[in-house]
């Protein structure tokens, strides 16, 4: 008893932000209409899954409807379904404030991973654009135009994001000691990330390679970080086929590859604003970091999947039905919030070593604001129930 009781005392936080998620979440799941967020329909796939003949629980990225069909005992009762998918997501986002607060840990006090950590769920962009929509009625969104490092509204890219930040963490950790055991680790958390939804892999699959070839060359070391990428592929070509397989297109879908978007000035009027509004923290990061950062390999990871997310974004699109489902465009999202990861890791780093410096202290400052904007944004979702 005594234990458990420690545990709990040990664990007080992690307990605190589940409940603060599963409130958040139960409340959007339970509420919500169906156009407010993808929670509604995706509930409705679940349900699917077992209820319909023509269903194939393991085909595309299956892993998220298929572990809340488990805990439901498959039973398509939605209230069971909503109730396990809020524990789900709140568990997600809650394995999030773990893991990254461990990984702060190493370097900092627990009470200070602690609020790092939490700082990272919330924090957002300051949307200094929305502030004008009266003037110019095409700014007002607080999201859609933007490049942020939260999302609320979408389940798929909610649950990936612990993967991916387990993927991404081991490899960086690969880079500062070499870890044989740490490969098939890596292979899981990319496969779960995958298999919730692909879009991190995406960028990691372009760019890490090249970090291992910098780092590594053609040795030993290098060749057995490509069975992740070997896995990851195979991951994706299997959500691909059984895609095609079991929803055979009518011939109006598909992905093209095209210039349309970045030759189109109706499509830059408004996002060369936006995303250097997006891009601003980082850009003065860069700016008064550069001789500290320009030289680590994570720097130059994280720029490396930053411009391929862009690119995917600019060249990729969807056609037919799926055309406005944005599928190419959550990998922005996703390298987002590890540049704001990157950014407050590196500021408290130097903290530590120099102290509450000018640099130090505007960082923070900015930082913070930052973050106070992601809560106003969330409390926004939740009130209007409008994610744009």
């Known amino acids: 008893m005594k ?60 892993l998220m409807y298929f572990i809340v069909n488990l805990f439901t005992g498959f039973s398509g009762n939605m209230v069971a379904i909503m109730t396990v998918f809020s524990l789900l997501v ?16 190493i370097d900092v006090e627990k009470r200070w991973a602690r609020m790092m950590s939490a700082a990272l769920l919330f ?21 859609l135009i933007y490049l942020t490092p939260n999302e609320w509204h979408n389940s798929t890219f909610i649950c990936m994001m612990p993967f991916a930040i387990s993927a991404y963490l081991l490899s960086i950790r690969q ?22 939804k692909p879009s991190f892999f995406f960028i990691y699959v372009v760019v890490f390679p090249f970090i291992y070839l910098w780092k590594y060359g053609f040795s030993k ?9 070997a896995v990851g592929v195979l991951a994706v070509l299997y959500e691909y086929l059984t895609i095609f397989l079991y929803f055979p297109s009518d011939g109006t879908g598909g992905v093209a590859i095209t210039a349309e978007r970045f030759t189109h000035w109706s499509f830059w009027q408004i996002r060369w604003q936006s995303w250097l509004v997006s891009l601003a923290l980082p850009i003065i990061f860069t700016v008064l970091y550069w001789k ?15 411009v391929v997310s ?15 489902h944005g599928n190419f465009a959550w990998q922005l999202y996703a390298i987002m919030w590890f540049i704001y990861y990157y950014i407050l890791k590196i500021t ?29 944004y969330l409390l926004r979702f939740l009130i209007t129930q409008n994610y744009y």
């Open 90 to 105: 709140a568990a997600c986002e809650t394995a999030k404030y773990v893991l990254v607060r461990e990984a702060f840990a």
């Open 292 to 306: 500290q950062i320009r030289r680590d390999p994570e720097f130059h990871a994280l720029a490396g999947m930053l």
């Open 348 to 376: 408290v780093r130097s903290i530590q070593q120099n102290g509450w410096l000018k640099r130090e202290k505007g960082m923070i400052v900015l930082y913070g604001c930052n973050v106070i904007f992601g809560i106003v």
């Open 310 to 324: 862009l690119g995917i974004f600019l060249f990729c699109v969807e056609r037919g039905p799926r055309a406005n």
């Open 123 to 143: 924090v957002y962009i300051i949307p200094i654009l929305y502030f004008f929509h009266g003037i110019w009625p095409e700014l007002n969104y607080m999201l």
């Open 3 to 62: 234990r458990f009781v420690q545990l709990i005392r040990n664990n007080g936080d992690v307990l605190a932000i589940f409940g603060i998620m599963m409130a958040i979440f139960g409340y959007i799941i339970f509420t919500f209409p169906g156009t407010a967020s993808d929670f509604h329909q995706q509930t409705e796939f679940i349900r699917d899954y077992v209820t319909e003949p023509d269903s194939h629980m393991f085909s595309g990225n299956f």
């Open 175 to 196: 880079l500062e000691q070499f870890d044989s055991r740490r490969v098939w680790y890596i292979c899981i958390a990319l496969l779960f990330s995958i298999l919730m």
């Open 221 to 229: 070391e290098f060749w057995l970080m490509m069975i992740p990428m």
